[in-house]
């Protein structure tokens, strides 16, 4: 198995990760948002301040506005929290949804150790059955990627509940990190409480699996339909124009449940389709980070100086 990670590794650095590095113009830093922001002192407002930075009960206790000066932490611990159950080994074309969740693993491990950071992960089948404690270096990632590769054995037959792996992570992850939650989001209610935990105290990125016919039922007449979880098997005429649109109502109420509930977490989402590059994603995705910082940048810049204004005026 150790060979296997070893030639996955090879491939990703060969591959998608130096095309990446050359997108991002070697700044991988861009996929994150807090990326190690540690508070250092609290000191008074300045006119140039950022009121985001304010610590209102400072303020509050000693009568006098009060920001929060913060310094970079170049380590940065980042944790996969890995949804492997066997919803996930589908894939209509060559590629399935475990695949390209290792090959992410394997590009943001690398990615991340090669910068002197540590990676570890939380690996769920129908339970958690391991955790990889964080580290650093090739041979971490090389055991990590084993991890990933081995055969998982599912003791029963049952629908996901990524709310466990969520909810059991919470006191797993003592330091602040970045938490990417891989999962195809196919799993019974209730797991948004464990998202929003997590969010609290971590950058969390939901890197949500997903293949085409998952969203867009093809015309293929009387198929046999397998719940790769259950087992549960069940005839479906895809020729009915009825049957599709039902099915596709239906693609877009959970798409449309699942954007709400990452934000209402704060949570950004990064796609992973099987019919599309892994290198392709992540930069639009970082593209569209960097996007929404300018904006918030200026938004805040817009309103500074009202705020500083209405901090002024304050007895």
């Known amino acids: 198995m150790a060979r296997h990670a070893e030639k996955l590794l090879r491939r990703i650095e060969f591959t998608v990760a130096r095309r990446l590095e050359g997108l991002l113009h070697g700044d991988y830093r861009t996929l994150f948002r807090g990326f190690g922001l540690d508070l250092a002192d ?6 140039h301040d950022d009121v985001r930075h304010i610590d209102w009960n400072v303020t509050a206790r000693l009568q006098q506005t009060h920001v929060r000066d913060y310094h970079e932490d170049r380590e940065v611990a980042a944790w996969f929290l890995m949804d492997l159950s066997p919803s996930i080994d589908f894939g209509s074309g060559e590629v399935t949804k475990r695949s390209i969740a290792v090959d992410f693993v394997a590009l943001m ?22 955790v990889v404690a ?38 797993l992850l003592k330091r602040r990190s970045v938490v990417f939650v891989v999962s195809d989001f196919m799993t019974e209610p209730g797991w948004s409480r464990g998202l929003h935990a ?9 890197v949500r699996l997903h293949d085409p016919v998952e ?54 989402a990064l796609e992973l389709s099987t019919d ?4 392709e994603a992540v930069v639009r995705f970082a ?20 705020g500083a204004a209405l901090i002024g005026a304050a007895p």
């Open 215 to 268: 969203t867009q039922l093809p015309d293929l007449g009387l198929i046999v339909g397998e719940d790769s979880e259950t087992g549960e098997r069940l005839f479906v005429d895809t020729h009915d124009a009825g049957v599709r649109r039902r099915f596709e109502r239906q693609v877009d109420e959970r798409e449309a449940a699942l954007r709400d509930e990452f934000g209402r977490a704060g949570v950004d």
């Open 198 to 206: 997590l969010a609290r105290r971590h950058e969390v990125i939901a």
């Open 134 to 171: 964080s580290g650093s270096g090739r041979r971490h990632v090389l055991a990590l990627l084993d991890a990933l590769l081995a055969p998982r054995i599912v003791k029963s037959r049952t629908t996901t509940n990524l709310a466990q792996l969520l909810e059991q992570s919470v006191p």
């Open 109 to 130: 491990a690398r990615l991340l150790t090669s910068h002197g950071n540590r990676v570890g992960a939380v690996l769920y089948g129908d339970r958690i059955d391991r």
């Open 287 to 306: 593209e569209l980070r960097k996007l929404r910082s300018r904006l918030a940048g200026g938004l805040a810049a817009g309103g500074r100086g009202r």
């Open 42 to 47: 609290l000191r008074e407002y300045q006119f």
């Open 276 to 279: 599309e590059p892994l290198a």
